[in-house]
């Protein structure tokens, strides 16, 4: 499963993150998965929860956010979001596309727990 090599990125991510904060446990975390990032959010949580087993982010919840394909248009400057995979321009049907977003996968936040945190 593709999915499983970048929950392992991913987790390298997330203990740096946590040894940087002090933090002894990752809560949650969320992703933007671009549509064209080439990853399905659902497998991404099914690796997620596979791979976390043991880590500091036993029991943190993996929340992918879908981020659609949004492109610009060399010939008339038009932008617009890509629907169906049918890359033509909207406005002036010509086919060469700029892609603005969509194409990869970003952490956009990530819960922590510090020992500050942890009830008395
Ligand atoms: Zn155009």
Same mark, same amino acid.
Request: charged share 25%.
């Given at each position: 499963?593709?999915?499983?090599?970048?929950?392992? #990125?991913?987790?390298?991510?997330?203990?740096?993150k946590a040894r940087e904060h002090g933090a002894r446990r990752?809560? +949650?975390?969320?992703?933007?998965?671009?549509?064209? +990032?080439? +990853?399905?959010?659902?497998?991404? $949580?099914?690796?997620?929860?596979?791979?976390?087993? #043991?880590?500091?982010a036993e029991e943190a919840a993996l929340i992918t956010v879908?981020?659609?394909?949004?492109?610009?248009?060399? +010939?008339?400057?038009?932008?617009?979001?890509?629907?169906?995979? $049918?890359?033509?321009?909207?406005?002036?049907?010509?086919?060469?596309?700029?892609?603005?977003? #969509?194409?990869?996968?970003? $952490?956009?936040?990530?819960?922590?727990?510090?020992?500050?945190?942890?009830?008395?």
């Open positions: 499963m593709h999915e499983m090599s970048l929950v392992a #990125g991913l987790f390298e991510i997330l203990e740096e990752v809560t +949650a975390v969320r992703l933007r998965v671009g549509r064209l +990032a080439g +990853a399905v959010p659902e497998l991404l $949580v099914t690796a997620f929860d596979m791979y976390k087993k #043991g880590t500091l879908p981020v659609p394909v949004l492109v610009r248009c060399r +010939a008339c400057d038009e932008k617009f979001e890509v629907d169906d995979y $049918v890359f033509q321009c909207v406005a002036c049907g010509a086919p060469d596309l700029e892609i603005l977003s #969509g194409t990869d996968m970003l $952490v956009e936040s990530i819960e922590l727990e510090t020992d500050e945190d942890a009830s008395l």
